[in-house]
Structure formats: C-alpha cells, structure tokens
C-alpha cells in the first residue's frame, strides 16, 4: 500500500510539475510581456506577466521581505508538512494523495519560478468581455484541481471516516 502510494503520489507530483514547467518554458519564449493574444473569440487570452504573488496576484502588495518569506519560506513549509501528514494517514485515500501531489507539483512549480526569477510566470486569462479571470498558469490550475480532489473526500466523508462501533449490549 505504501509502494501504491507514493507512485500515485510521486507520479501525479511529477506530471503537474512537468507540465507546468514546459507551458511556461513555452510562454516564456513566445509570448511578448504584457501583449495579449486573443484566442477563441476572446475566449482565451495568452499574456505573459510576472506576478510576484501567489494565486491570482494575493500578496503581491506586501513589502518584499515579508512577500519573500510568506511564498518562499512558509507556504513551503505548510504545503510539506501537510503532504507528510496526510500522506502517513492510513485513512487517506487514492484520490486524496493525487490531488496532494497535484497541489504539490503545482507549488513546486511556483516556487521554483519564484526562485529563478523572483515572481512566477503567469500567462493565460478566460473570460467573455469585461467578465475574465485573473492571469494564471498552468501550475494554478493543477493546484485547484488537486484541492478539488481532495475536497471531494472531505465532502463524501471519506478522509478520516472511521468504522462505526456497534450498538452496546445492555442485556435485554
């Protein structure tokens, strides 16, 4: 069971991370900074942008030190303690320990963009006129479905359920 699991884990963890890096590598070599390319009618907008801070630019105010040691320092920490721990739940299930890997290769991703180039490369946008999303890559969009997965569990009950005792016996 443990073998099961760290292949699904490692494996998931290794496909999120490698797609997002190659998307990026891609976009990098592609794209203008700041000039947007208008796909399926509006659709989708392919626009490279750095962005110094995490999902959908939250923190990118915050002063540079305290920018550097949130994203850099205690979101990494968090995200592997959870991983830990989660991982050496026996109650966790298969499709909790995929979508852990998947929000972990998406934050590595992140975090090592956020290493080599000081803010991580976001680069796509959806929306139908004013309406859009923010700009993200493809590591936030491995991140939401890993926390989707691991929501489904926590909704269903699955995490952490434990066998139901039967009833007392109180002799009549």
Same mark, same amino acid.
């Given at each position: 069971m443990k073998a099961t699991r760290a292949i699904l884990f490692s494996g998931s963890l290794l496909f999120a991370l490698g797609c997002d890096q190659a998307t990026k590598r891609v976009?990098?070599?592609t794209l203008e900074p700041f000039s947007p390319i208008s796909l399926a009618a509006?659709?989708?907008r392919l626009e490279l942008v750095p962005n110094?801070? #995490?999902f959908l630019s939250l923190g990118s105010h915050l002063p540079d030190p305290w920018r550097t040691v949130l994203f850099s320092l205690l979101v990494p920490i968090a995200l592997a303690s959870a991983c830990v721990?989660?991982?050496r739940d026996r109650q966790t299930t298969g499709r909790m320990v995929v979508g852990l890997g998947l929000v972990a290769g998406g934050g590595i991703g992140n975090w090592l963009d956020r290493l080599a180039h000081g803010a991580v490369t976001d680069f796509v946008s959806m929306g139908v #006129?004013?309406?859009r999303t923010g700009i993200f890559n493809i590591a936030d969009v491995w991140i939401v479905a890993g926390i989707g997965l691991l929501a489904l569990?926590?909704?269903s009950g699955s995490a952490g359920a434990r066998?139901?005792?039967?009833p007392a016996q109180d002799g009549t």
């Open positions: 976009a990098a070599s509006d659709l989708v110094p801070g #995490g721990w989660l991982l #006129g004013a309406l569990d926590l909704r066998p139901a005792e039967p």
